[in-house]
C-alpha cells in the first residue's frame, strides 16, 4: 500500500508532462535495471545461506519431520488411508556432473532471489505502466502490487506445504518391482520442486486476473457462473496431474483451495462489473 501511495505522489508530480517514444524507452531500461538488481541482491543473500536453504527449505518436503507429511500421517490414521501417510520418500539423489552441485547452489539461489524480489519487481513493472493508465483506471488498480504479492506469496505456500510433498513423496516412492532402485539428479529434483511451487504462484493470480479481465469488460460473473460446471471439471484434472496419487483426499487438497479460488472470481468480477453499471448512471 505504501509502495502505491508513493507512486501517487510520483504521478502528481510528472503529470502533464509528455514524453517521447525514446524517453519511454530509457525509463523502461531503469525499470529492468532495478528489477534485475533486486533479484541480484537476493540470490547474492541466498547463495551466502546456500546449504542452509538446500537442508532446511529444498529438501524438507521429502523429510518425514516435515509439517505437512507429519499432518497427513495424522489424517491417515483418522480416515485409515495409510497411501496418505509418507514417513521417508525412498530415493537417492545424485550429482552426475562435475558441476552438478555447483549448478544446483546457483539454480536454487536463482530461484529464492526470484521469489523474494517478486513484489519488488512487479512494482517497478507496475511503475512503468500505471501512468498510461486514465484516472479512472489508476484508481480501480489501487492496491495492485499488494494483492498481487499476496496471492503470489499464497500460492506459493500453498504449493510448498501442500502440493510438492504429496508429488515428491509419491513419484520418488513409487517402484515397479522393488528391485528398482529410485537414484534422481538433484536437478531434476529441484526442477519438480520449483515447478510445482511457483505454477501454484501464479495459478493464484486468477481472482487478480478475474478483475482485470471485468474491467475491460471482457469477463463477467454471469460467464462465469454458466461455466462453473466447466471449470469444476477443469479443476479436478488439474488437481488430478498435480497430485498423481490415486487416493482422493490427495486430489481433494488441492481442488478444495482452487474451486475457493473459483468462487472467489466471480465476488471479484461481480464487484467489478456492479461498480461499472454505478459509474453509467
Given amino acids: 500500500m505504501a509502495l502505491d501511495q508513493e507512486f501517487e505522489q510520483e504521478l502528481d508530480e510528472t503529470e502533464g508532462k509528455e514524453m517521447t517514444f525514446l524517453d519511454h524507452l ?26 542452509e536453504i538446500f537442508g532446511g527449505i529444498i529438501m524438507a518436503p521429502s523429510k518425514s519431520e516435515f509439517w505437512t507429511n507429519r499432518m497427513l500421517c495424522k489424517l491417515a490414521d483418522l480416515t485409515g488411508i495409510e497411501g496418505l501417510c509418507f514417513k521417508q520418500a525412498d530415493f537417492i539423489l545424485q550429482s552426475r556432473e562435475v558441476s552438478g552441485q555447483f ?9 529464492v532471489g526470484l521469489m523474494f524480489a517478486f513484489p519488488y519487481f512487479f512494482w517497478e513493472i507496475w511503475r512503468f505502466v500505471k501512468p498510461g493508465l486514465k484516472m479512472k483506471e489508476a484508481k480501480a488498480a489501487s492496491g495492485a502490487v499488494f494483492w498481487v504479492s499476496l496471492l503470489f506469496f499464497m500460492g506459493v505456500a500453498f504449493g510448498y506445504y501442500v502440493v510438492s510433498p504429496m508429488a515428491i513423496n509419491f513419484l520418488a516412492s513409487f517402484k515397479l518391482d522393488e528391485s528398482i532402485q529410485n537414484q534422481f539428479d538433484i536437478t531434476d529434483y529441484l526442477s519438480l520442486l520449483s515447478t510445482m511451487t511457483l505454477a501454484c504462484g501464479v495459478t493464484f493470480q486468477l481472482p487478480m486476473i478475474a478483475y482485470v479481465l471485468s474491467q475491460v469488460g471482457i469477463l463477467t460473473p454471469a460467464f462465469m457462473r454458466d461455466y462453473r460446471r466447466h471449470a469444476i471439471v477443469v479443476i479436478l484434472i488439474l488437481a488430478a496431474i498435480i497430485t498423481p496419487s490415486p487416493d ?3 486430489q481433494l487438497l488441492v481442488t478444495v ?12 468480477s461481480a464487484r467489478v462489473v456492479k461498480r461499472r453499471e454505478a459509474e453509467l448512471l
Fill in 26 to 51: 530509457e525509463e523502461l531500461r531503469w525499470h529492468i535495471i532495478r528489477s534485475v538488481a533486486s533479484i541480484l541482491v537476493f540470490t547474492i543473500i541466498a547463495w551466502a545461506y546456500q546449504k
Fill in 103 to 111: 549448478m544446483m547452489a546457483l539454480t536454487q539461489s536463482i530461484m
Fill in 248 to 250: 482422493m483426499i490427495s
Fill in 257 to 268: 483451495p482452487l474451486l475457493g479460488l473459483y468462487e472467489v472470481s466471480i465476488l471479484v
